[in-house]
């Protein structure tokens, strides 16, 4: 089994388990961050109070909305990222030994090329799993759309399918795909594609950092008495979680525009809450709501993310130095 494949294997697993322990958090903020109410006066729910109202209005099952399709485009995701993230860090491992042979640096793979890595990693993650995350967008902010729907009028037969909130409608996977392709086709399937791309900088700013981290981490070790002791799984979640919230910080902003594009477009409602494209979403929100609108729910984000990251990089080192055990000990007995 190669090394790519061992760690895409592992990333997958890790992150499935990362899900399964933040969903609930995930729920809330992506409602959050698709809220589009311009009252400024209108008292804003803390995330516990959220969750609690979600439980008491919707039931249990609503803060797990999506969670079949999310957990497949979690799998796919980490497996996907770990996987081309291995296949060219190798390559950047192999080109920094050329390097060094040439007398340039000193063999190791620098920061720039850790974030080149990253970023060509998370291009190729977000060209091939956007149509999942649209999905789980919109299983995620179903309930609170169909609700936002005025009540004081009378409404259409295509309206009263919506605001039948009070006993939400089922509304799997299936359902989410025809929505999505009713509205745009196939390519609805690629909505917030754009800022998604540039959000390939969230991993690759959490990766550089942690790879920074760990390998001054790993140095100060060899220069000290503790030359023998490897890095354990709490200090992988405590690095994990430090990098993940840097990059958190720097790129929420674009997190928030892109699950605007994905969620539910209302064509006959407020034009203020209908987005043609990245660049019209972003102008409406600066026009409308302000700069603040760019950081709603990112307490909520920050929490969910970090906690999700440390789990899943604690998780996949665990996995990869277990494979690497058994594979060498079945090497050995051979």
């Given at each position: ?16 388990i ?39 209005e919707?039931?249990?099952g ?10 497949a ?18 390559k ?8 060094m ?6 063999g ?13 990693s ?17 299983m ?5 759309i ?7 009028r009378?409404?259409?037969p295509?309206?009263?399918v ?27 399937f690629?909505?917030?594609v754009?800022?998604?791309l ?14 920074t ?13 503790q030359?023998?002791?490897?890095v ?6 405590l690095l ?18 892109k ?10 409602g ?21 700069f ?19 789990v ?21 007995k051979?």
């Amino acid at each position: 089994m190669s090394d790519a494949l061992i760690n895409g294997l592992a990333g997958a697993g890790g992150g499935i388990i990362a899900q399964l322990i933040t969903y609930p958090l995930q729920t809330v903020n992506t409602r959050q961050q698709t809220e589009r109410d311009l009252k400024k006066e209108k008292r804003k729910l803390g995330t516990v109070d959220q969750m609690c109202q979600v439980v008491k209005e919707e039931g249990w099952g609503r803060l797990y909305g999506g969670l079949t399709p999310s957990l497949a485009g979690t799998a796919a995701s980490q497996g996907v990222y770990y996987y081309f993230y291995q296949i060219f860090r190798n390559k950047a491992e192999v080109a920094a030994l050329e390097q060094m042979k040439l007398g340039i640096g000193d063999g190791s793979v620098g920061m720039l090329s850790s974030l080149v890595v990253a970023a060509l990693s998370g291009c190729v993650n977000v060209l091939l799993t956007n149509p999942i995350w649209v999905i789980v967008t919109r299983m995620q902010t179903h309930t609170k759309i169909s609700k936002s729907l005025p009540e004081t009028r009378p409404i259409t037969p295509d309206e009263a399918v919506l605001t039948a909130a009070t006993e939400p409608p089922p509304f799997g996977t299936t359902h989410a795909i025809q929505e999505v392709y009713g509205e745009a086709g196939v390519w609805g399937f690629w909505r917030g594609v754009f800022p998604t791309l540039i959000m390939v900088s969230n991993p690759s700013i959490q990766f550089m950092l942690y790879e920074t981290m760990l390998k001054k981490l790993r140095k100060r070790r060899d220069l000290s008495k503790q030359r023998n002791k490897g890095v354990t799984a709490l200090e992988t979640f405590l690095l994990g979680a430090l990098a993940k919230l840097g990059a958190t910080v720097v790129t929420y902003p674009l997190l928030v525009v892109k699950a605007r594009l994905q969620a539910k477009q209302i064509a006959t409602g407020d034009k203020r809450h209908h987005y043609k494209g990245t660049l019209d979403a972003i102008l409406k929100m600066i026009r409308y709501e302000g700069f603040y609108g760019f950081y709603k729910g990112m307490s909520t984000k920050i929490v969910q993310s970090v906690l999700a990251a440390a789990v899943l990089f604690m998780v996949k080192e665990e996995l990869v130095k277990g494979a690497r055990f058994l594979l060498t000990s079945k090497t050995t007995k051979s």
